[in-house]
């Protein structure tokens, strides 16, 4: 019997066989005409079911979207950004930097000429992008095509509650984007995807401060690369120099904004002011009251047990997860971190069946695409998703009948407002607003004497923007507005069943 020699090498490729085994498994068979209808079809309803459920949830009351309407505006108007702040009374000409400029330039664009329907238009779009970039992430990873739609499809359900008309949604385009590239580099050795990334940085950094959210994870990427050449952790493929350019180059990128480098000073004071996590609802810790959300714990603890069971130090898949347990778990608003990695881990952990190992053309997933699109477009015919629908969940959710009985009697500010209203009224009534959803801009002493007051504790007739206020627009059932009627300093003008106007008696 001969003995076969085992050299070094070949132990370290055995070891590592694992992380490169989609590559080295046998090609995806093509598949035939039947077969690529059929997956055609399947992966058309994967690419329209999420925006479908965007369209027929209709949301386009989003308390935050109008603040962004103005600034669009304002921009336009103007030919700049501005540089302080315009639409406060109490802060007025206070340093305010629009980070999110170019989303708030193409969200105006889009409603001054579609109205209702571009606010719509924009987030179901954008709903379609993200479930066609994390297709294409999980593809890469597995062969499987059952599990490719069932990964994909479970990912996007746990975003559901987050598609809505916010620069945010580009913040989970980008990151699955990114995602994809780094993935695939790492498995492949290719380098030529990396080129992408300074392109995709520099329009994130215009779009959504969370860019640094995606600079982290190519950090983590690059400690991985070079950890891998000092034998900590399975191998990756990707070459620690290139990604280091890469690295750099997105660095460089970020900076190619109206702010320079200053953009990090920006994201450095979000960063260090916690004081609203607790106050405000997108920022509060999930709460585990929808199918969605324990949807989304399923995944992270199946793709942590994924990672346990590999029995491998996978230095870049244990950082995302960590990563994504932290921002996810911390804030709702950021559950889309445990989705994406979580769905990403899984595809490059679980066996595929090789049966399901077949390849689709290029042409079926583009025809996917028009398809989906199409049935998107229906969809808002259907779901009688049209101006007068929409203007109705408007008045149905915002102060838009105060706000015309405001207009028509001419009644002057100062203006005192809940937080959450902020921003609609800065859009529609045109005046200089109390507070508004600019938290981090307001700061926490501020926003927490705004919530005091409106909850009618113990000081609150002493809250200096209510007693120089000439005039008050409130929810009809906080405690503040209930005070109010019967306060001698202020007058009942009007209310409704959603809000109430005061004015100042003289």
């Given at each position: 019997m001969v003995t076969p020699i085992v050299t070094p090498e070949a132990t370290q490729e055995a070891i590592d066989a694992p992380l490169a085994a989609p590559e080295q498994s046998a090609p995806r068979k093509p598949t035939s005409r039947a077969d690529t209808i059929a997956q055609t079809i399947v992966i058309a309803m994967l690419f329209a079911t999420p925006a479908l459920m965007c369209v027929h949830g209709g949301v386009v009351a989003d308390p935050d979207v109008w603040w962004h309407l103005r600034t669009g505006q304002w921009i336009v108007q103007h030919h700049t950004l501005p540089r302080v702040d315009i639409f406060s009374a109490a802060y007025a000409g206070k340093p305010w930097a629009p980070y999110s400029w170019l989303f708030e330039l193409l969200i105006y664009g889009l409603f001054q000429k579609l109205g209702l329907i571009g606010i719509l238009g924009f987030s179901a779009a954008l709903v379609v992008a993200i479930t066609v970039a994390v297709r294409h992430l999980v593809n890469r990873l597995q062969s499987d095509f059952s599990l490719v739609i069932l990964l994909t499809f479970a990912s996007c359900y746990c975003l559901r509650h987050l598609y809505t008309p916010r620069p945010w949604l580009f913040t989970i385009l980008f990151f699955v984007l990114e995602l994809d590239i780094l993935m695939h580099a790492r498995k492949t050795?290719?380098?030529?995807?990396?080129?992408?990334?300074?392109?995709?940085?520099?329009?994130?950094?215009?779009?959504?401060?969370q860019f640094i959210d995606g600079l982290l994870v190519m950090a983590l990427a690059l400690a991985e690369a070079i950890g891998s050449h000092w034998a900590i952790g399975v191998r990756t493929k990707l070459c620690a120099p290139w990604l280091a350019a890469a690295?750099?180059?997105?660095?460089?990128?970020?900076?190619?904004?109206?702010?320079?480098?200053?953009?990090?000073?920006?994201?450095?004071?979000?960063?260090?002011?916690?004081?609203?996590?607790?106050?405000?609802?997108?920022?509060?810790?999930?709460?585990?009251?929808?199918?969605?959300?324990?949807?989304?714990?399923?995944?992270?603890?199946?793709?942590?047990?994924?990672?346990?069971?590999?029995?491998?130090?996978?230095?870049?898949?244990?950082?995302?997860?960590?990563?994504?347990?932290?921002?996810?778990?911390?804030s709702e608003r950021d559950l889309w971190a445990m989705a994406i990695i979580a769905a990403a881990i899984l595809a490059s952990s679980i066996p595929g069946r090789e049966a399901s190992a077949l390849r689709l053309p290029w042409?079926?997933?583009?025809?996917?695409?028009?398809?989906?699109?199409?049935?998107?477009?229906?969809?808002?015919?259907v779901m009688y998703a049209n101006k007068s629908v929409l203007e109705t969940e408007i008045a149905d959710n915002l102060p838009q009948r105060a706000v015309d009985e405001v207009k028509a009697k001419g009644y002057p500010g100062p203006l005192f407002n809940t937080f959450d209203w902020g921003g609609y009224l800065i859009w529609a009534l045109r005046m200089p607003v109390s507070i508004d959803g600019r938290a981090a801009f307001y700061g926490d002493d501020a926003f927490d004497r705004s919530m005091a007051t409106w909850n009618a504790q113990r000081d609150w007739a002493s809250d200096p923007q209510l007693k120089s206020a000439s005039l008050v627009i409130g929810p009809i059932g906080d405690s503040l507005t209930q005070v109010l009627r019967t306060d001698p300093h202020f007058k009942l003008v009007y209310e409704?069943?959603?809000a109430a106007v005061f004015i100042a008696r003289k």
């Amino acid at each position: 019997m001969v003995t076969p020699i085992v050299t070094p090498e070949a132990t370290q490729e055995a070891i590592d066989a694992p992380l490169a085994a989609p590559e080295q498994s046998a090609p995806r068979k093509p598949t035939s005409r039947a077969d690529t209808i059929a997956q055609t079809i399947v992966i058309a309803m994967l690419f329209a079911t999420p925006a479908l459920m965007c369209v027929h949830g209709g949301v386009v009351a989003d308390p935050d979207v109008w603040w962004h309407l103005r600034t669009g505006q304002w921009i336009v108007q103007h030919h700049t950004l501005p540089r302080v702040d315009i639409f406060s009374a109490a802060y007025a000409g206070k340093p305010w930097a629009p980070y999110s400029w170019l989303f708030e330039l193409l969200i105006y664009g889009l409603f001054q000429k579609l109205g209702l329907i571009g606010i719509l238009g924009f987030s179901a779009a954008l709903v379609v992008a993200i479930t066609v970039a994390v297709r294409h992430l999980v593809n890469r990873l597995q062969s499987d095509f059952s599990l490719v739609i069932l990964l994909t499809f479970a990912s996007c359900y746990c975003l559901r509650h987050l598609y809505t008309p916010r620069p945010w949604l580009f913040t989970i385009l980008f990151f699955v984007l990114e995602l994809d590239i780094l993935m695939h580099a790492r498995k492949t050795g290719q380098i030529r995807e990396l080129a992408w990334l300074p392109i995709i940085f520099a329009l994130w950094s215009n779009l959504h401060i969370q860019f640094i959210d995606g600079l982290l994870v190519m950090a983590l990427a690059l400690a991985e690369a070079i950890g891998s050449h000092w034998a900590i952790g399975v191998r990756t493929k990707l070459c620690a120099p290139w990604l280091a350019a890469a690295f750099a180059g997105s660095v460089l990128a970020t900076m190619v904004n109206p702010f320079g480098w200053h953009i990090y000073r920006v994201a450095w004071d979000l960063a260090t002011q916690p004081g609203v996590i607790n106050r405000i609802n997108e920022l509060k810790a999930i709460g585990f009251r929808d199918f969605s959300e324990f949807l989304l714990l399923f995944l992270a603890l199946a793709a942590a047990a994924a990672l346990g069971w590999d029995r491998r130090f996978r230095v870049f898949e244990i950082g995302l997860l960590i990563f994504a347990a932290y921002v996810s778990f911390r804030s709702e608003r950021d559950l889309w971190a445990m989705a994406i990695i979580a769905a990403a881990i899984l595809a490059s952990s679980i066996p595929g069946r090789e049966a399901s190992a077949l390849r689709l053309p290029w042409y079926a997933t583009t025809g996917a695409v028009v398809a989906a699109s199409l049935a998107v477009l229906v969809g808002f015919h259907v779901m009688y998703a049209n101006k007068s629908v929409l203007e109705t969940e408007i008045a149905d959710n915002l102060p838009q009948r105060a706000v015309d009985e405001v207009k028509a009697k001419g009644y002057p500010g100062p203006l005192f407002n809940t937080f959450d209203w902020g921003g609609y009224l800065i859009w529609a009534l045109r005046m200089p607003v109390s507070i508004d959803g600019r938290a981090a801009f307001y700061g926490d002493d501020a926003f927490d004497r705004s919530m005091a007051t409106w909850n009618a504790q113990r000081d609150w007739a002493s809250d200096p923007q209510l007693k120089s206020a000439s005039l008050v627009i409130g929810p009809i059932g906080d405690s503040l507005t209930q005070v109010l009627r019967t306060d001698p300093h202020f007058k009942l003008v009007y209310e409704d069943k959603l809000a109430a106007v005061f004015i100042a008696r003289k």
